[in-house]
């Protein structure tokens, strides 16, 4: 069964510094990869999304996520943080065949001091 | 019009009570998903339509009980909850089942039980 990990639980980030989270995903064949955002009590938004193609993705809020196949992983990048930044980050995949449902990684909690 | 709207926003019910949540979006899209999260948690997958018939029922209990009267709407009927039942109940719709389109969340309901 496909499987997402999020190895950090919490990060904190200082404002204006770089950002990498974390995401490994155990799937047989390159499923769809995403990530998502989510604030305190709100619904998921979705930062970014890969399919095939150029490996480094683009998405809203000035996020990025690279895709590398040798090591399943599908980390999130931001250059400099903001504090409107803080949320919940989920990485979710897909399997590209048939209907699969969407799976979700535990999250990794975001905050941003000063 | 980008998003999924759901009502109530806010739910506090009895173990004997019996409400329904709403979901609507106007985006077109043909799959639409029952969502549960409980704090820190990410969330669960409860239920699919594909083009208004109930594709996928993740072992959920029989006090929830969905409906899809049309590709717009999506319902979730709540009967004799427990308590254990509070949480985050958030909907989801995409273009087509699978095929990694990509989901859109509304802002979710927050249910308690009491």
């Known amino acids: 069964a496909q499987s997402v990990t999020q190895p950090d639980i919490h990060i904190t980030v200082s404002e204006g510094a770089s950002l990498e989270l974390r995401c490994n995903y155990s799937?047989?064949?390159?499923?769809?990869l995403f990530w998502y955002v989510q604030s305190p009590g709100q619904g998921l938004q979705l930062l970014l999304k890969?399919?095939?193609?150029?490996?480094l993705v683009q998405g809203i809020k000035g996020f990025e996520a690279e895709f590398k196949r040798s090591q399943s992983s599908f980390n999130l990048r931001k250059p400099s943080v903001h504090w409107s930044d803080a949320a919940e980050y989920f990485c979710?995949?897909?399997?590209?065949?048939?209907?699969?449902?969407?799976?979700f990684g535990t999250g990794t909690r975001l905050l941003v001091s000063p | 019009d980008t998003e999924v709207t759901q009502t109530p926003k806010h739910l506090v019910m009895g173990m004997t009570n019996k409400k329904s949540l709403k979901c609507e979006q106007h985006?077109?899209?043909?799959?639409m998903y029952w969502y549960k999260q409980k704090a820190k948690k990410p969330p669960e997958l409860m239920f699919v339509?594909?083009?208004?018939?109930?594709?996928i029922n993740e072992s959920v209990p029989s006090r929830f009980s969905p409906e899809c009267p049309n590709s717009s709407l999506l319902n979730l009927h709540l009967h004799a909850l427990q308590p254990e039942d509070s949480a985050l109940y958030l909907c989801?719709?995409?273009?087509?089942?699978?095929?990694?389109?990509?989901?859109?969340f509304g802002s979710g309901t927050r249910l308690t039980v009491v």
């Open positions: 890969y399919f095939s193609g150029d490996t």
């Open positions: 985006m077109g899209h043909r799959a």
């Open positions: 989801a719709s995409s273009q087509i089942v699978g095929q990694g389109s990509g989901y859109t």
């Open positions: 979710a995949v897909q399997q590209n065949t048939g209907f699969q449902k969407l799976v």
């Open positions: 339509y594909s083009y208004e018939k109930l594709s």
């Open positions: 799937y047989g064949a390159t499923p769809y």
